[in-house]
């Protein structure tokens, strides 16, 4: 599937035939934290697969990149619609409305499966239904606008804050996280110019799992703290992109695209301008060039890697 399409057509065909079905009747399913965990991991591990990335990859990268809503906004924001079509019935004695009636019974209940949804939704900071006019007798149609402009909202921006939380709570996302404050999927990388292969080395390395000695995959390994590619001392990511002779061939070819004098030469700056698509200084053609190198780079220290690892082995 990664291979036929671009990261950006593969999540929409996702969400309207996948996301939807498992959806569907969720409510069913998820009737407490510990279920809506299990589904979590498992949109984790499709997001995961779309984009090319291997086990172990960060999970909060993984969501971030895609620019997707975690699997709790999402099963809310069904649960919120639910509760909008029951709230807006009238239910007072009417024998065909019992399931209202139930309903509206078990929301007194605190062991429940609509109170813990209730309590969930109040907790992502959804507003009161009764401040948007919906309850018995109400038009369906107010529901939905509760649903739409009050629920899926703010469900939406919870979902974001605890995207900044998870980033916030490894220490080798810190770089990743000042780049990317908030789901979003990147278009001017994922793009029919740049191959699959590239975008995905590309976004691995700018959450910090590639080979270089600040990266993680390298992280417990202390035989490396030379560069991979050039032997001096420096070995990190930083160094390769920016001024390891070994990597000067794929560099001038980087410099002629992105143009001469752009003022970014090296350090931190540069890093930011090649892993933050979103930088004013950043353009289609930038963006493009910045993930050839990258995967050019990447590649070649784990190649290297590889072979030191088979040596060490
Ligand atoms: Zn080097």
């Not at 002779?245 to 410099?255: I, K, L, N």
């Amino acid at each position: 599937m990664r291979d036929s399409f671009d990261v950006a057509v593969g999540s929409k065909l996702f969400h309207v035939y996948v996301l939807a079905a498992v959806l569907h009747g969720s409510e069913l399913a998820i009737i407490d934290l510990h279920s809506l965990r299990t589904y979590e991991k498992c949109l984790r591990g499709w997001g995961r697969r779309l984009l090319g990335w291997p086990r172990g990859s960060p999970n909060a990268a993984v969501l971030g990149d895609l620019g997707w809503d975690d699997f709790e906004a999402l099963a809310l924001g069904r649960v919120a619609g639910l509760f909008a079509r029951l709230r807006c019935r009238p239910w007072a004695g009417v024998r065909s409305e019992i399931f209202v009636v139930v309903f509206q019974y078990a929301l007194t209940r605190n062991d429940s499966w609509a109170s813990w949804a209730a309590a969930s939704l109040g907790a992502a900071g959804v507003p009161d239904h009764n401040v948007w006019g919906v309850g018995p007798g109400a038009p369906i149609a107010a529901g939905q606008r509760w649903r739409r402009r009050a629920a899926v909202s703010a469900l939406s921006v919870s979902s974001q804050q605890r995207f900044t939380a998870a980033s916030a709570e490894i220490d080798s996302l810190a770089f990743y996280a000042s780049l990317q404050p908030a789901p979003l999927l990147h278009l001017s990388v994922h793009n029919r110019r740049v191959q699959a292969a590239d975008a995905r080395e590309w976004g691995l390395a700018r959450c910090g799992h590639h080979s270089f000695c600040d990266g993680r995959i390298a992280r417990h390994q202390t035989y490396h703290s030379q560069c991979l590619l050039c032997d001096c001392d420096d070995g990190t990511l930083e160094h390769a992109l920016n001024r390891c002779p070994a990597t000067e061939d794929v560099r001038s070819t980087w410099r002629r695209r992105v143009g001469a004098g752009s003022g970014y030469s090296d350090g931190f700056a540069a890093m930011a301008w090649m892993f933050d698509p979103g930088s004013l200084h950043n353009s289609g053609p930038t963006c493009v060039a910045h993930v050839a190198l990258v995967s050019v780079v990447s590649r070649r220290g784990a190649l290297v890697f590889r072979e030191l690892r088979a040596l060490n082995a």
